[in-house]
Protein backbone atom coordinates (compact mmCIF):
# COMPACT_ATOMS: atom_id res chain seq x y z
CA UNK A 1 0.00 0.00 0.00
CA UNK A 2 1.33 3.48 -0.91
CA UNK A 3 0.69 5.49 1.78
CA UNK A 4 0.89 9.51 0.82
CA UNK A 5 1.45 12.60 3.23
CA UNK A 6 -1.53 14.13 5.69
CA UNK A 7 -4.19 16.32 3.93
CA UNK A 8 -2.63 20.17 4.04
CA UNK A 9 0.75 19.07 4.33
CA UNK A 10 3.58 19.45 1.89
CA UNK A 11 6.88 18.16 1.02
CA UNK A 12 9.89 20.15 0.52
CA UNK A 13 12.06 18.82 -2.50
CA UNK A 14 15.93 19.78 -2.79
CA UNK A 15 15.01 22.38 -5.07
CA UNK A 16 12.09 24.43 -2.67
CA UNK A 17 14.57 23.59 0.42
CA UNK A 18 17.29 25.52 -1.53
CA UNK A 19 14.69 28.88 -1.98
CA UNK A 20 13.88 28.13 2.18
CA UNK A 21 17.04 28.25 3.41
CA UNK A 22 17.59 31.57 1.13
CA UNK A 23 14.96 32.99 2.88
CA UNK A 24 15.67 32.12 6.61
CA UNK A 25 18.91 33.44 5.76
CA UNK A 26 17.79 36.77 4.89
CA UNK A 27 15.55 36.55 7.87
CA UNK A 28 18.47 35.68 10.23
CA UNK A 29 20.54 38.42 9.00
CA UNK A 30 17.69 40.91 9.24
CA UNK A 31 17.12 40.00 12.67
CA UNK A 32 20.70 40.66 13.53
CA UNK A 33 20.94 43.97 12.52
CA UNK A 34 17.54 44.52 14.77
CA UNK A 35 18.74 42.77 17.43
CA UNK A 36 16.42 39.99 17.68
CA UNK A 37 18.13 36.80 18.59
CA UNK A 38 16.44 33.21 18.18
CA UNK A 39 13.96 31.10 20.90
CA UNK A 40 13.21 27.36 19.68
CA UNK A 41 10.76 25.93 21.77
CA UNK A 42 8.96 22.34 21.62
CA UNK A 43 6.80 21.35 18.90
CA UNK A 44 4.10 20.17 21.44
CA UNK A 45 3.07 22.21 24.72
CA UNK A 46 0.46 21.45 27.43
CA UNK A 47 -2.88 21.97 25.77
CA UNK A 48 -3.84 24.68 28.89
CA UNK A 49 -1.19 27.16 27.14
CA UNK A 50 -2.95 27.37 24.57
CA UNK A 51 -6.06 27.47 25.89
CA UNK A 52 -5.53 30.24 28.07
CA UNK A 53 -3.07 32.00 25.75
CA UNK A 54 -4.44 32.01 22.53
CA UNK A 55 -8.51 32.27 23.72
CA UNK A 56 -11.00 29.60 24.36
CA UNK A 57 -13.42 31.56 22.06
CA UNK A 58 -10.94 31.67 19.04
CA UNK A 59 -11.28 29.63 15.82
CA UNK A 60 -7.94 28.10 16.57
CA UNK A 61 -9.00 26.47 20.28
CA UNK A 62 -12.55 25.99 19.23
CA UNK A 63 -11.75 23.74 16.09
CA UNK A 64 -8.11 23.76 14.93
CA UNK A 65 -5.90 22.54 17.63
CA UNK A 66 -4.27 18.78 17.14
CA UNK A 67 -4.72 17.64 20.91
CA UNK A 68 -3.45 14.11 22.25
CA UNK A 69 -3.16 12.35 24.96
CA UNK A 70 0.34 10.84 25.69
CA UNK A 71 1.27 7.75 27.11
CA UNK A 72 1.43 9.46 30.44
CA UNK A 73 -2.42 10.69 30.15
CA UNK A 74 -1.36 14.65 29.75
CA UNK A 75 -2.51 16.35 27.49
CA UNK A 76 -0.47 18.07 24.83
CA UNK A 77 -0.94 20.12 21.91
CA UNK A 78 0.79 20.60 18.76
CA UNK A 79 1.76 24.33 18.60
CA UNK A 80 -0.68 26.15 16.62
CA UNK A 81 1.03 29.37 16.84
CA UNK A 82 4.38 30.28 18.75
CA UNK A 83 3.59 33.71 21.04
CA UNK A 84 2.11 31.73 23.47
CA UNK A 85 4.94 29.47 23.93
CA UNK A 86 7.49 32.50 23.68
CA UNK A 87 5.88 34.14 26.34
CA UNK A 88 5.93 30.75 28.96
CA UNK A 89 9.47 30.23 27.92
CA UNK A 90 10.29 33.91 28.73
CA UNK A 91 8.54 33.21 32.25
CA UNK A 92 9.55 30.21 32.54
CA UNK A 93 13.48 30.74 31.89
CA UNK A 94 13.36 33.99 33.97
CA UNK A 95 14.32 35.94 30.95
CA UNK A 96 12.65 38.99 32.40
CA UNK A 97 15.46 39.11 35.04
CA UNK A 98 17.74 39.97 32.46
CA UNK A 99 18.49 42.89 30.63
CA UNK A 100 14.80 44.34 28.73
CA UNK A 101 13.48 44.09 26.05
CA UNK A 102 14.09 40.79 25.40
CA UNK A 103 13.96 40.42 21.83
CA UNK A 104 13.59 37.28 20.32
CA UNK A 105 12.61 35.38 16.83
CA UNK A 106 11.78 31.79 16.15
CA UNK A 107 10.83 29.67 12.36
CA UNK A 108 9.47 26.74 12.52
CA UNK A 109 5.92 24.35 11.56
CA UNK A 110 2.82 25.11 13.04
CA UNK A 111 0.09 23.19 12.90
CA UNK A 112 -3.85 23.80 12.83
CA UNK A 113 -6.79 21.73 11.23
CA UNK A 114 -8.20 23.86 8.99
CA UNK A 115 -9.94 23.57 5.51
CA UNK A 116 -6.65 23.22 3.15
CA UNK A 117 -6.88 25.63 0.39
CA UNK A 118 -4.36 27.67 -1.55
CA UNK A 119 -2.13 29.20 1.03
CA UNK A 120 -3.39 27.77 4.05
CA UNK A 121 -2.45 24.05 5.22
CA UNK A 122 -2.29 21.83 8.29
CA UNK A 123 1.52 21.96 9.03
CA UNK A 124 2.73 25.62 7.94
CA UNK A 125 5.87 27.32 8.63
CA UNK A 126 6.19 30.52 10.85
CA UNK A 127 8.73 33.40 10.89
CA UNK A 128 7.73 35.52 14.03
CA UNK A 129 9.14 37.93 16.46
CA UNK A 130 8.36 38.51 19.82
CA UNK A 131 9.96 41.75 21.55
CA UNK A 132 9.10 41.59 25.58
CA UNK A 133 9.19 44.70 27.95
CA UNK A 134 8.61 47.74 26.11
CA UNK A 135 5.68 49.41 26.31
CA UNK A 136 6.25 52.06 24.06
CA UNK A 137 4.90 52.70 21.21
CA UNK A 138 8.48 52.74 18.85
CA UNK A 139 8.12 48.01 19.63
CA UNK A 140 5.46 48.51 17.57
CA UNK A 141 6.92 50.14 14.87
CA UNK A 142 10.36 48.34 15.33
CA UNK A 143 8.43 45.15 14.72
CA UNK A 144 6.38 46.21 11.80
CA UNK A 145 9.51 47.60 10.42
CA UNK A 146 11.04 44.71 10.72
CA UNK A 147 8.39 42.35 8.96
CA UNK A 148 8.64 45.25 6.46
CA UNK A 149 12.20 45.44 5.62
CA UNK A 150 12.04 41.51 4.82
CA UNK A 151 9.67 41.96 2.50
CA UNK A 152 11.55 45.06 0.65
CA UNK A 153 14.54 43.01 0.71
CA UNK A 154 12.94 40.59 -0.82
CA UNK A 155 11.35 42.85 -4.06
CA UNK A 156 7.76 41.91 -3.19
CA UNK A 157 5.62 44.88 -4.31
CA UNK A 158 1.82 45.98 -4.08
CA UNK A 159 2.34 45.28 0.10
CA UNK A 160 -0.50 46.78 1.87
CA UNK A 161 0.02 47.06 5.76
CA UNK A 162 -3.54 47.17 7.55
CA UNK A 163 -3.40 48.87 11.10
CA UNK A 164 -5.62 49.20 13.96
CA UNK A 165 -6.10 49.61 17.87
CA UNK A 166 -8.34 47.42 19.41
CA UNK A 167 -7.82 49.04 22.83
CA UNK A 168 -7.33 47.76 26.12
CA UNK A 169 -9.09 46.52 29.23
CA UNK A 170 -10.40 49.87 29.81
CA UNK A 171 -11.50 50.84 27.16
CA UNK A 172 -12.28 48.05 25.52
CA UNK A 173 -15.65 46.88 27.54
CA UNK A 174 -17.54 49.99 26.58
CA UNK A 175 -16.44 49.61 23.06
CA UNK A 176 -17.94 45.76 23.21
CA UNK A 177 -21.21 46.84 25.03
CA UNK A 178 -21.62 49.85 22.06
CA UNK A 179 -21.11 47.21 19.60
CA UNK A 180 -23.42 45.16 20.65
CA UNK A 181 -26.15 47.92 21.58
CA UNK A 182 -25.55 48.71 17.92
CA UNK A 183 -25.88 44.78 16.29
CA UNK A 184 -28.72 43.78 18.81
CA UNK A 185 -31.44 44.79 16.56
CA UNK A 186 -30.07 42.50 13.89
CA UNK A 187 -29.09 39.90 16.29
CA UNK A 188 -30.66 37.25 14.47
CA UNK A 189 -30.16 37.70 10.94
CA UNK A 190 -26.01 37.35 11.95
CA UNK A 191 -24.78 34.32 10.28
CA UNK A 192 -24.78 31.75 12.63
CA UNK A 193 -21.24 32.48 13.57
CA UNK A 194 -21.78 35.50 14.67
CA UNK A 195 -24.76 34.94 16.67
CA UNK A 196 -22.53 32.70 18.47
CA UNK A 197 -19.36 35.45 19.07
CA UNK A 198 -22.18 38.39 20.22
CA UNK A 199 -21.45 37.46 23.69
CA UNK A 200 -18.50 35.66 23.45
CA UNK A 201 -16.69 37.98 21.51
CA UNK A 202 -18.72 40.50 19.62
CA UNK A 203 -15.39 41.98 17.75
CA UNK A 204 -14.60 39.01 15.82
CA UNK A 205 -18.33 40.05 14.07
CA UNK A 206 -16.25 43.04 12.53
CA UNK A 207 -13.95 40.83 10.22
CA UNK A 208 -16.90 38.61 9.50
CA UNK A 209 -16.70 37.50 5.63
CA UNK A 210 -20.37 37.09 5.50
CA UNK A 211 -22.17 40.06 3.23
CA UNK A 212 -25.07 40.27 5.39
CA UNK A 213 -22.96 40.39 8.31
CA UNK A 214 -21.22 42.97 6.59
CA UNK A 215 -24.08 45.25 5.70
CA UNK A 216 -25.29 45.29 9.43
CA UNK A 217 -22.11 46.69 10.20
CA UNK A 218 -22.33 49.71 7.97
CA UNK A 219 -22.08 52.75 10.43
CA UNK A 220 -21.30 50.65 13.28
CA UNK A 221 -18.94 52.17 16.19
CA UNK A 222 -15.35 51.75 15.48
CA UNK A 223 -12.11 50.32 17.90
CA UNK A 224 -10.95 53.46 17.35
CA UNK A 225 -13.51 55.89 18.29
CA UNK A 226 -13.81 54.38 21.70
CA UNK A 227 -9.82 54.12 22.48
CA UNK A 228 -9.22 55.74 25.85
CA UNK A 229 -6.45 58.72 26.07
CA UNK A 230 -4.01 56.82 26.80
CA UNK A 231 -4.31 54.20 23.89
CA UNK A 232 -5.47 56.82 21.32
CA UNK A 233 -1.65 58.62 22.49
CA UNK A 234 -0.26 55.24 21.79
CA UNK A 235 -1.84 54.70 18.68
CA UNK A 236 -1.21 58.22 16.92
CA UNK A 237 2.67 57.77 18.10
CA UNK A 238 2.83 54.48 16.40
CA UNK A 239 1.81 56.12 13.27
CA UNK A 240 4.30 59.19 13.73
CA UNK A 241 6.91 55.99 13.77
CA UNK A 242 5.79 54.36 10.88
CA UNK A 243 5.73 58.00 8.76
CA UNK A 244 8.85 58.30 10.07
CA UNK A 245 10.09 55.21 8.46
CA UNK A 246 8.55 55.60 5.23
CA UNK A 247 5.80 52.86 5.76
CA UNK A 248 2.89 53.64 4.28
CA UNK A 249 -0.25 51.77 5.71
CA UNK A 250 -3.92 52.13 5.50
CA UNK A 251 -6.11 52.41 8.72
CA UNK A 252 -8.81 49.55 9.21
CA UNK A 253 -11.18 49.76 11.56
CA UNK A 254 -12.18 46.04 10.73
CA UNK A 255 -9.32 44.27 11.93
CA UNK A 256 -9.10 42.51 14.90
CA UNK A 257 -7.52 39.67 14.97
CA UNK A 258 -8.50 35.87 15.57
CA UNK A 259 -6.56 35.44 18.46
CA UNK A 260 -7.57 36.87 21.94
CA UNK A 261 -4.39 38.56 23.18
CA UNK A 262 -4.19 41.37 21.84
CA UNK A 263 -4.28 44.97 22.60
CA UNK A 264 -3.69 48.03 21.27
CA UNK A 265 -1.64 47.66 17.77
CA UNK A 266 -3.07 45.10 15.23
CA UNK A 267 -1.99 44.85 11.90
CA UNK A 268 -1.74 42.67 8.76
CA UNK A 269 0.32 42.84 5.84
CA UNK A 270 -1.66 41.93 2.94
CA UNK A 271 -0.83 41.31 -0.95
CA UNK A 272 -3.91 40.48 -3.09
CA UNK A 273 -1.80 38.86 -6.00
CA UNK A 274 -1.99 35.24 -3.93
CA UNK A 275 -5.66 35.00 -3.72
CA UNK A 276 -8.03 34.23 -0.89
CA UNK A 277 -5.47 33.83 2.14
CA UNK A 278 -4.04 37.41 1.14
CA UNK A 279 -2.31 37.96 4.75
CA UNK A 280 1.32 37.19 4.45
CA UNK A 281 1.74 38.89 7.86
CA UNK A 282 -0.26 39.31 11.41
CA UNK A 283 0.46 40.51 14.40
CA UNK A 284 0.17 43.42 17.20
CA UNK A 285 0.64 44.09 21.08
CA UNK A 286 -0.17 41.81 23.37
CA UNK A 287 0.22 43.95 27.33
CA UNK A 288 -1.95 41.39 29.37
CA UNK A 289 -0.54 37.96 27.83
CA UNK A 290 2.60 37.55 30.07
CA UNK A 291 0.63 38.23 33.13
CA UNK A 292 -1.99 35.55 31.86
CA UNK A 293 -0.04 33.25 31.73
CA UNK A 294 1.18 33.49 34.94
CA UNK A 295 4.23 36.08 34.90
CA UNK A 296 4.86 39.23 36.08
CA UNK A 297 2.96 42.08 34.34
CA UNK A 298 5.19 42.29 31.00
CA UNK A 299 4.31 44.40 27.37
CA UNK A 300 4.59 42.89 24.42
CA UNK A 301 4.58 43.09 20.86
CA UNK A 302 5.10 40.88 17.88
CA UNK A 303 4.32 39.32 14.76
CA UNK A 304 4.75 36.22 12.76
CA UNK A 305 4.74 35.50 9.11
CA UNK A 306 3.57 32.34 7.05
CA UNK A 307 6.47 31.22 4.73
CA UNK A 308 4.48 29.21 2.28
CA UNK A 309 2.36 32.29 1.38
CA UNK A 310 5.84 34.11 0.96
CA UNK A 311 6.69 31.70 -1.55
CA UNK A 312 3.52 31.81 -3.23
CA UNK A 313 3.95 35.68 -3.41
CA UNK A 314 7.46 35.10 -4.99
CA UNK A 315 6.21 32.79 -7.92
CA UNK A 316 3.09 35.28 -8.71
CA UNK A 317 5.37 38.26 -8.72
CA UNK A 318 7.85 36.07 -11.03
CA UNK A 319 10.44 37.00 -8.67
CA UNK A 320 13.28 34.29 -8.69
CA UNK A 321 15.95 33.83 -5.70
CA UNK A 322 19.64 33.65 -6.65
CA UNK A 323 20.45 30.66 -7.65
CA UNK A 324 22.84 28.23 -5.00
CA UNK A 325 26.11 27.26 -6.60
CA UNK A 326 27.18 24.31 -8.38
CA UNK A 327 30.01 21.98 -7.39
CA UNK A 328 33.39 23.24 -7.44
CA UNK A 329 34.56 19.97 -8.88
CA UNK A 330 33.37 16.58 -10.12
CA UNK A 331 36.17 13.89 -9.49
CA UNK A 332 35.27 10.95 -12.58
CA UNK A 333 37.01 7.84 -12.26
CA UNK A 334 38.49 6.79 -15.94
CA UNK A 335 38.94 2.60 -14.91
CA UNK A 336 37.98 0.22 -12.08
CA UNK A 337 41.57 0.42 -10.97
CA UNK A 338 41.36 4.00 -9.86
CA UNK A 339 38.22 3.85 -8.01
CA UNK A 340 40.11 4.31 -4.95
CA UNK A 341 42.53 6.88 -5.26
CA UNK A 342 39.49 8.74 -7.02
CA UNK A 343 37.70 8.40 -3.64
CA UNK A 344 40.31 9.40 -1.47
CA UNK A 345 40.82 12.11 -4.05
CA UNK A 346 37.42 13.35 -3.47
CA UNK A 347 37.89 13.10 0.43
CA UNK A 348 40.59 15.28 0.30
CA UNK A 349 38.93 17.95 -1.69
CA UNK A 350 36.23 18.22 0.61
CA UNK A 351 39.00 18.40 4.14
CA UNK A 352 40.39 20.89 1.94
CA UNK A 353 36.76 23.17 2.23
CA UNK A 354 35.82 22.31 -1.67
CA UNK A 355 32.42 20.81 -3.06
CA UNK A 356 33.52 17.34 -4.59
CA UNK A 357 31.44 15.08 -6.35
CA UNK A 358 31.87 11.35 -7.12
CA UNK A 359 30.35 8.80 -9.13
CA UNK A 360 29.05 5.96 -6.62
CA UNK A 361 26.89 4.87 -9.75
CA UNK A 362 30.30 3.07 -11.41
CA UNK A 363 29.13 4.56 -14.76
CA UNK A 364 30.77 5.05 -18.08
CA UNK A 365 33.05 8.57 -18.51
CA UNK A 366 30.39 9.86 -20.78
CA UNK A 367 27.62 9.62 -17.96
CA UNK A 368 29.99 10.95 -15.66
CA UNK A 369 30.65 13.98 -17.79
CA UNK A 370 26.83 14.51 -18.36
CA UNK A 371 26.01 14.04 -14.27
CA UNK A 372 28.90 16.54 -13.75
CA UNK A 373 27.04 19.06 -15.88
CA UNK A 374 23.98 18.29 -14.10
CA UNK A 375 25.63 19.48 -11.05
CA UNK A 376 27.17 22.36 -12.84
CA UNK A 377 30.67 21.39 -11.99
CA UNK A 378 33.39 24.52 -12.50
CA UNK A 379 35.25 21.51 -13.42
CA UNK A 380 36.08 17.39 -13.61
CA UNK A 381 39.35 15.58 -12.79
CA UNK A 382 40.04 12.48 -14.91
CA UNK A 383 41.60 10.08 -12.62
CA UNK A 384 42.86 6.28 -14.06
CA UNK A 385 44.63 5.68 -17.31
CA UNK A 386 48.49 6.34 -17.40
CA UNK A 387 48.26 9.82 -16.47
CA UNK A 388 47.62 7.66 -12.91
CA UNK A 389 51.31 6.12 -13.68
CA UNK A 390 52.84 9.49 -13.46
CA UNK A 391 51.18 10.33 -10.10
CA UNK A 392 48.89 13.33 -12.49
CA UNK A 393 45.16 13.40 -13.23
CA UNK A 394 43.75 15.33 -15.84
CA UNK A 395 41.96 18.38 -15.07
CA UNK A 396 39.26 19.80 -17.17
CA UNK A 397 37.36 23.06 -17.39
CA UNK A 398 33.34 22.46 -17.71
CA UNK A 399 33.63 25.86 -19.30
CA UNK A 400 36.11 26.23 -21.80
CA UNK A 401 36.71 22.43 -21.86
CA UNK A 402 40.41 22.92 -21.64
CA UNK A 403 42.15 20.07 -20.55
CA UNK A 404 45.71 20.34 -18.96
CA UNK A 405 47.36 17.34 -17.09
CA UNK A 406 47.93 18.05 -13.21
CA UNK A 407 50.21 16.51 -10.47
CA UNK A 408 47.80 14.74 -8.14
CA UNK A 409 50.21 15.73 -5.32
CA UNK A 410 49.04 19.65 -6.10
CA UNK A 411 46.12 19.66 -7.45
CA UNK A 412 44.45 20.36 -4.21
CA UNK A 413 45.80 23.70 -4.27
CA UNK A 414 45.75 24.31 -8.24
CA UNK A 415 42.06 23.88 -8.27
CA UNK A 416 41.57 26.18 -4.86
CA UNK A 417 44.00 28.92 -6.79
CA UNK A 418 41.58 28.71 -9.78
CA UNK A 419 38.26 28.63 -7.98
CA UNK A 420 39.63 31.68 -6.09
CA UNK A 421 39.62 33.55 -9.49
P1 LIG B 1 -1.80 34.48 12.75
O1 LIG B 1 -2.44 35.65 12.03
O2 LIG B 1 -2.69 33.42 13.20
O3 LIG B 1 -0.98 35.10 13.95
O4 LIG B 1 -0.70 33.85 11.79
C1 LIG B 1 0.33 34.64 11.25
C2 LIG B 1 0.55 34.30 9.77
O5 LIG B 1 0.78 32.89 9.64
C3 LIG B 1 -0.63 34.58 8.86
O6 LIG B 1 -0.65 35.94 8.46
C4 LIG B 1 -0.35 33.66 7.71
O7 LIG B 1 0.59 34.26 6.82
C5 LIG B 1 0.30 32.46 8.37
N1 LIG B 1 -0.69 31.37 8.56
C6 LIG B 1 -1.60 31.25 9.55
N2 LIG B 1 -2.33 30.13 9.40
C7 LIG B 1 -1.86 29.52 8.29
C8 LIG B 1 -2.19 28.31 7.60
N3 LIG B 1 -3.13 27.47 8.04
N4 LIG B 1 -1.50 28.00 6.46
C9 LIG B 1 -0.52 28.82 6.00
N5 LIG B 1 -0.17 29.97 6.62
C10 LIG B 1 -0.82 30.32 7.73
C11 LIG B 1 -0.24 34.36 14.83
O8 LIG B 1 0.01 33.19 14.70
C12 LIG B 1 0.33 35.18 15.97
N6 LIG B 1 1.06 34.26 16.87
C13 LIG B 1 1.21 36.27 15.44
C14 LIG B 1 1.82 37.12 16.54
C15 LIG B 1 3.06 37.03 17.03
N7 LIG B 1 1.21 38.07 17.20
C16 LIG B 1 2.04 38.59 18.11
N8 LIG B 1 3.16 37.96 18.01
Not at 35 to 57: K, M, S
Not at 70 to 96: C, I, M, Q, W
Not at 131 to 137: L, Q
Not at 214 to 242: I, K, R
Amino acid sequence: MLTKRPRGTNDFLPEDTAKWQYIEKLLREICRQFGYAELRTPIFEETALFLRGVGDTTDIVQKEMYTFEDTGGRSLTLRPENTASAVRAYVENKLFAGQQPVRLFYMGPMFRYERPQAGRFRQFHQFGVECFGPASPAADAEVIALAWEFYRRLGLKNLELNLNSVGCPNCRPAYRQALQDFLRPHLLELCPTCQERFEKNPLRILDCKNPQCQQFLQGAPTTLDALCDECHEHFEAVQSYLHAAAIPYRLNTKLVRGLDYYTNTAFEILLSDIGAQSAVCGGGRYNGLVEELGGKATPGVGFALGMERVFSALTAQKLALPEQPGLDVFVAVLDKQAQTMAFQLACNLRQSGLAAGYDTMERSLKAQFKYADSQRAAYTLLVGGEELTRDSVVLRDMQSSEQTEQSINEIVAILKEKLAK
